[in-house]
């Protein structure tokens, strides 16, 4: 039996050049969010490594290496269930971007591999191909918590509603996803892409980004965002570093899908979903 109600803490950081600083600072985040009651935490998509080509490599750790060790002893020492933003991990000869999900006791209980790369070449705006550093995951991530199945996916993953609502097929009514949109997609899709996709399922939606930092080339947006199963923002910031706070409570996704069962009346007759 899950608990119905806990709170979410969706930590804005701002990344540092030095990962072991920003790894101090990520710490003492998660430390105050579990001081302020949060029972989840969540980091954003490379939090503690500049999203910048020349980054990626130098940055890059396996799964059992100190980014990784670290945030397991946080999640540990301050009780939280914790959603690791990602790090640029290395396996073999590949880099995949990369999200680890810890229990209360420090324990992996899911990684997430971003399974959809951010290639875009937008006129007037962004041109990025992440497909010429990671590689792409191919899993769908959810995982069982004392508050309720949960899933994770990171930032270009959040476009795809086919993924996402995979996961929901799968249980989750909760979904997290780290991310870093920038200052071109940002105000044109963001809240509209969390609102939507919380629209789709029904389910509490939680996109947590970075906060902008001047000392770097790519801008993100910031703005971190939960929105609820009827598609209203619950929270959200602007774009420097903070912590955002939402009181969750799953009972209004047992209320939102009875009133207006769009989720439950699927035809998959028609359109099989992923299970």
Not at 99 to 104: A, G, I, P, T
Not at 178 to 191: I, K, R, S
């Amino acid at each position: 039996m899950s608990d119905k109600k806990f709170k979410l803490a969706l930590c804005q950081i701002e990344t540092l050049s030095e990962k072991t600083a920003t790894l101090d600072k990520a710490e003492r985040m998660v430390r105050e969010a579990a001081e302020a009651g949060a029972n989840v935490a969540a980091l954003p998509e490379m939090f503690a490594c500049p999203y910048a080509r020349g980054y990626f490599d130098a940055f890059a750790e396996p799964a059992d290496g100190d980014t990784v060790r670290r945030m397991s002893c946080w999640a540990r020492e301050y009780g939280v269930y914790l959603i690791g933003g990602t790090i640029p991990e290395r396996d073999g000869e590949k880099l995949y971007n990369t999200c680890f999900v810890f229990d209360r006791q420090g324990a992996v209980v899911a990684r997430h591999r971003k399974t959809h790369l951010f290639d875009v070449d937008i006129a007037g705006g962004i041109r990025f191909r992440e497909s010429d550093y990671f590689a792409p995951g191919d899993d769908i991530c959810v995982f069982d918590t004392e508050y309720g199945v949960m899933g994770a996916a990171v930032c270009f993953d959040m476009r795809f509603p086919e993924l996402i609502r995979a996961m929901a097929k799968r249980g989750a009514e909760t979904i997290l996803v780290p991310a870093q949109f920038n200052t071109t997609t940002g105000p044109a899709h963001w809240e509209l892409i969390v609102r939507m996709r919380a629209v789709d399922n029904e389910v509490f939606f939680a996109a947590v980004s970075a906060a902008r930092s001047k000392d770097f080339k790519y801008q993100c947006w910031g703005h971190s965002t939960v929105a609820g199963p009827f598609g209203d923002v619950l929270a959200t910031c602007d774009e420097t570093e903070q912590t955002v706070f939402c009181d969750i409570d799953l009972a209004e996704v047992d209320r939102v899908r009875r009133q207006l069962p769009t989720f439950l009346r699927l035809r998959e007759d028609l359109y099989p979903v992923a299970k």
